[in-house]
């Protein structure tokens, strides 16, 4: 593929964290994402984190202009010049409509938007038992993902903990923030004729095999 420039969408807990690492290891493109860059400045308190963290703990968006200049200067980066996997971004038709002038001024455009869809009484099951490692950020579930001993991540084996925003109200919250807006990005990246849909209500393999089988279908395309 000439150059990929990747959207991960979907609802919270879709797997977009779960899918972004294996892209990230097929395809050894940089990767971008705003909940990981968020939360680490939280941690570091940095002036982003201390701005950021009501947001994310009520589980509503960082406003825009909080947002978009940290991926657009990424995107410029040299080593994001084959590529990039975004995950979390955009997330609102503002940061949509950013992304695509600033590609649009590297004369390039967004390959592809791969929406992950799952149902909402997913979402609160998969959110309930998520597991993420303090130290590497690699995501488990207790039921669906479980590591190999309880409590630790199985790749650097630091600590596993509850994110804060994964409580039941938060957790209801990020999901109307989704619907309301970021689902209209749907029809967004439909009209420009980028957007695949993934059964994302698959097992982890199998939604990985699928995106697998569709980046490979539009390689072809692209050879043909
Ligand atoms: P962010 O971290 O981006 O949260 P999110 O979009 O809500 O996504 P999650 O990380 O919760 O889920 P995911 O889709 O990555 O699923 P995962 O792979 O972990 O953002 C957090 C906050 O930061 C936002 O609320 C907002 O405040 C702020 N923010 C971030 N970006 C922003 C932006 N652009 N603008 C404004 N604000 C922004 O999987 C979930 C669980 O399910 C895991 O336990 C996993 O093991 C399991 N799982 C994954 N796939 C499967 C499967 N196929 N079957 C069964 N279980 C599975």
Do not use: W
């Not at 099951?125 to 579930?141: A, I, M, N």
């Not at 084996?157 to 509850?162: C, K, M, T, V």
Request: aromatic letters at 4%; charged letters at 35%; hydrophobic letters at 35%.
């Amino acid at each position: 593929m000439s150059e990929l420039n990747l959207i991960l969408l979907g609802p919270p807990g879709s797997g977009k964290g779960t899918q972004g690492e294996r892209l990230r290891n097929d395809f050894d493109l940089p990767y971008y994402a705003t909940g990981d860059i968020l939360r680490a400045a939280v941690r570091d308190a940095t002036d982003l984190g201390k701005r950021a963290k009501g947001y994310m703990d009520s589980g509503d968006l960082v406003p825009d202009e909080v947002i978009i200049g940290i991926i657009v200067e990424r995107v410029e980066d040299s080593e994001a010049a084959d590529g990039f996997i975004l995950d979390g971004f955009p997330r609102t038709t503002g940061q949509a409509e950013a992304l695509d002038a600033e590609l649009a001024g590297l004369k390039r455009a967004v390959t592809i938007t791969l929406l992950i869809e799952v149902s909402d009484e997913e979402v609160e099951r998969r959110l309930g038992g998520r597991r993420t490692c303090v130290k590497d950020g690699h995501v488990f579930h207790v039921e669906f993902d479980p590591p190999k001993n309880e409590g630790v991540c199985d790749v650097c084996g630091a600590r596993l903990e509850i994110r804060d925003d994964d409580k039941p109200e938060v957790i209801r919250n990020r999901l109307a923030q989704y619907h309301e807006k970021t689902e209209p990005l749907v029809a967004f990246y439909e009209d420009k004729g980028v957007l695949r849909r993934v059964n994302g209500a698959l097992s982890p393999e199998e939604v990985g095999d699928r995106i697998r089988a569709l980046l490979a279908t539009i390689r072809l395309e692209e050879e043909l």
